[in-house]
């Protein structure tokens, strides 16, 4: 008995860190579906969209691509709520006679002119009255409060995103932002401070979502797919900003201006209904995933859904140090600068300057929003077919960054020398087009540098970017006081500017590879033999279970191994440890201790082999060959 003994105290000394929650072992997968599932057609296969290997007669739509999906219209709701306040504060605030469209047919007047008597039609039109009396400054408070609460949840939504289950706090920040949404019309009729409160709330929720979006993807898109797989999701921000002015404003006119707010509202908790039944935190939790998909994404990933680590120390100090973070930061805040100079002040640009109310065609003050939202996800889908074939993740990021941002500086300059409102729109349809290039640049690389901090990255270069957007309006409007065609000239000067700066800066420090301080524990690392163990047993006599013994505890085991259940010799095989052979219910009866209470035997013992499960790519994180 002294060498079973000795055996039993060398696992007790041992930490086996392969003793998991049940639950979370069920996340492992099983090596032997690996060498039937990833064949090299079915692995080329399993990348196309929504094909799923074991549907023959249809191509289904794949669990990830549905998460895509959803979350694009929840961008897009998101953003179309984001409308609603300033459509519908012109009317509220408006004093003005009624439209030729809406103009009532006036009823005939008998009029006498001496001995003559006709009917005259010609009524005076009386004037609608403003609503609310809100002054100018009043309005500008109101519109920019949702920007107060916005950037303050940034950074902390992307830490909660990290802790807990980031598709939930991705849809209750909607849900819940919709709901506030409904309540705005009523809020406006007792005071505009509250509609205040309630805008500032709708911010404080919604600055969640782009971290949240992160977080999501940490654990569903494979290293090969991340960039097709966020543009989906991102371009419902730009379909949000297509749609949501013209349909805020159809809503408006023909139904009041409250029925914006409501429908808007009601969309969103629906949408928040589906998505709450049809998203899970990763693929590991989601019953309708189907084995191949799985096992896809989590060995693509190289780390299965039981490694989530609630506790993760994040390395705070890491992110202020690290240039590859800097850069992502920079980009954002370049790419903020012209986007929200171009939501907010391209009416008055063309206004001033050409004398032309941009506003009131719906295409042509939507073209450049519409044009990106389709952009981008192409961007996405070039990017990944260039990582897969022919060039690294660091390659790929600077050149659709830096080119998007060059094509977009490029025509910012046409637009700031133009002097023609044809040309001025076709430059600002292209340079807004061009920057959705820059979207599988910056707004993706936070998943390629850190996977596990993604979402906090996001928060803290959304962020930044939020603060772009807050200074840039201010800086415009010192700029242009007069309203001169040469103002606006060193207006968009200044943004080309700035997108050359972000050019040289991301083109010098940004990387695709994922960085050191980015890399889990040891103990918490993915590898591949984890996935010999079969879904409910035990892992002890796994294959590499007694990897990290140390020298003593070699000593002591003799050349053991284990074979059908059984500790054996490794010259004899026969069951045999020291003389003794101990059967199941020896163990299962207490004999063994502690620990042999907590030895699993029905686990078949599998020949193994290190084997790809995806095309090798050029990316170091993606070819880390660990030691069996």
């Known amino acids: 008995m002294n060498k079973?003994?000795?055996?039993?105290?060398?696992?007790?000394?041992?930490?086996?860190?392969?003793?998991?929650?049940?639950?979370?072992?069920?996340?492992?997968?099983?090596?032997?579906?690996?060498?039937?599932?990833?064949?090299?057609?079915e692995d080329k296969k399993s990348r196309f969209l929504g094909y799923c290997p074991s549907c023959t007669c249809c191509?289904?739509?794949?669990?990830?691509?549905?998460?895509?999906?959803?979350?694009?219209?929840?961008?897009?709701?998101?953003?179309?709520?984001?409308?609603?306040?300033?459509?519908?504060?012109?009317?509220?605030?408006?004093?003005?006679t009624y439209d030729d469209d809406d103009k009532p047919t006036p009823a005939p007047i008998l009029v006498k002119d001496g001995n003559s008597t006709y009917y005259n039609r010609t009524v005076p039109t009386l004037p609608h009255l403003p609503q609310f009396l809100w002054t100018p400054e009043t309005i500008g408070i109101v519109d920019s409060s949702f920007f107060w609460g916005y950037i303050v949840t940034q950074i902390p939504g992307g830490y909660l995103a990290s802790r807990v289950p980031a598709?939930?706090?991705?849809?209750?920040?909607?849900?819940?932002s919709s709901f506030l949404n409904i309540l705005l019309p009523g809020a406006a009729q007792v005071h505009y401070g509250l509609v205040m409160a309630v805008r500032i709330l709708q911010g404080?929720?919604?600055?969640?979502?782009?971290?949240?979006?992160?977080?999501?993807?940490?654990?569903?898109?494979?290293?090969?797919?991340?960039?097709?797989?966020?543009?989906?999701?991102?371009?419902?921000?730009?379909?949000?900003?297509?749609?949501?002015?013209?349909?805020?404003?159809?809503?408006?006119?023909?139904?009041?201006?409250?029925?914006?707010?409501?429908?808007?509202?009601?969309i969103g908790m629906i949408w928040c209904i589906f998505w709450m039944i049809f998203s899970f935190e990763k693929p590991s939790t989601n019953p309708h995933i189907t084995q191949e998909e799985r096992i896809f994404i989590e060995t693509s990933i190289a780390e299965s859904g039981c490694l989530v680590d609630r506790d993760m120390k994040t390395p705070w100090f890491k992110f202020i140090t690290s240039m590859p973070v800097y850069a992502i930061i920079v980009a954002n805040f370049c790419r903020s600068w012209t986007f929200y100079l171009l939501i907010i002040s391209q009416p008055m640009y063309f206004s001033e300057v050409f004398h032309f109310n941009v506003s009131k065609s719906g295409v042509l003050s939507a073209l450049p929003h519409l044009v990106m939202a389709i952009i981008v996800p192409i961007g996405g889908f070039m990017a990944d077919k260039l990582r897969q074939r022919l060039l690294t993740t660091t390659t790929v990021r600077k050149i659709f960054n830096c080119g998007g941002f060059g094509l977009?500086?490029?025509?910012?300059?046409?637009?700031?020398?133009?002097?023609?409102?044809?040309?001025?729109?076709?430059?600002?349809?292209l340079a807004v087009g061009s920057s959705g290039f820059a979207i599988s640049g910056f707004n993706v690389n936070h998943?390629?540098?850190?996977?596990?901090?993604?979402?906090?990255?996001?928060?803290?270069?959304?962020?930044?970017?939020?603060?772009?957007?807050?200074?840039?309006?201010?800086?415009?409007?010192?700029?242009?006081?007069?309203?001169?065609?040469?103002?606006?000239?060193?207006?968009?000067?200044?943004?080309?500017?700035?997108?050359?700066?972000?050019?040289?800066f991301y083109g010098i420090f940004a990387s695709g590879e994922k960085q050191p301080w980015a890399e889990p524990p040891e103990e918490d690392r993915w590898r591949p033999e984890d996935t010999l163990k079969p879904?409910?047993?035990?892992?002890?006599?796994?294959?590499?279970?007694?990897?990290?013994?140390?020298?003593?505890?070699?000593?002591?085991?003799?050349?053991?191994?284990?074979?059908?259940?059984?500790?054996?010799?490794?010259?004899?095989?026969?069951g045999e440890y020291g003389g003794f052979d101990k059967s199941e219910e020896y163990y299962n009866n207490g004999y063994g201790g502690d620990y042999g209470k907590r030895m699993s035997f029905d686990a078949p013992l599998y020949s193994t082999k290190e084997e790809l499960v995806q095309v090798q790519s050029k990316d170091s994180y993606l070819n880390d060959k660990r030691e069996l």
């Not at 639950?23 to 060498?35: C, G, P």
């Not at 739509?61 to 459509?87: D, K, P």
């Not at 929720?205 to 494979?222: D, F, L, N």
């Not at 006599?541 to 500790?567: C, P």
Request: glycine letters at 12%; proline letters at 2%; aromatic letters at 10%.
């Open 4 to 41: 079973l003994d000795g055996l039993i105290e060398v696992l007790r000394l041992r930490d086996i860190r392969v003793f998991k929650k049940d639950a979370e072992e069920k996340s492992f997968v099983k090596y032997d579906e690996l060498d039937e599932a990833y064949s090299e057609e």
């Open 535 to 574: 879904e409910g047993s035990g892992k002890l006599f796994s294959y590499g279970a007694f990897h990290g013994l140390d020298s003593q505890a070699d000593d002591k085991m003799n050349g053991g191994v284990i074979s059908n259940g059984h500790v054996g010799n490794s010259s004899t095989g026969n």
């Open 204 to 266: 404080l929720v919604e600055g969640v979502t782009y971290p949240a979006c992160h977080g999501i993807w940490r654990h569903w898109a494979p290293p090969l797919e991340r960039s097709r797989l966020a543009t989906i999701s991102f371009c419902g921000s730009y379909a949000g900003a297509v749609l949501g002015m013209p349909l805020s404003g159809i809503l408006t006119k023909t139904l009041g201006w409250q029925s914006g707010f409501y429908v808007f509202g009601i």
């Open 447 to 504: 998943l390629d540098i850190a996977p596990r901090f993604a979402s906090i990255l996001m928060g803290l270069s959304n962020g930044i970017g939020t603060l772009s957007g807050m200074l840039c309006p201010v800086v415009t409007e010192l700029l242009t006081k007069k309203g001169t065609a040469d103002e606006w000239q060193t207006v968009f000067i200044i943004a080309s500017v700035v997108h050359f700066l972000g050019i040289i």
């Open 59 to 96: 191509r289904c739509l794949a669990q990830r691509y549905l998460v895509a999906i959803l979350s694009c219209v929840g961008f897009l709701i998101s953003f179309g709520i984001r409308c609603n306040m300033g459509v519908a504060i012109v009317m509220m605030t408006k004093n003005n």
């Open 167 to 176: 598709n939930r706090i991705f849809g209750l920040a909607i849900g819940i």
């Open 408 to 429: 977009e500086a490029c025509f910012l300059l046409g637009v700031a020398i133009t002097r023609n409102t044809t040309t001025a729109i076709v430059c600002l349809t």
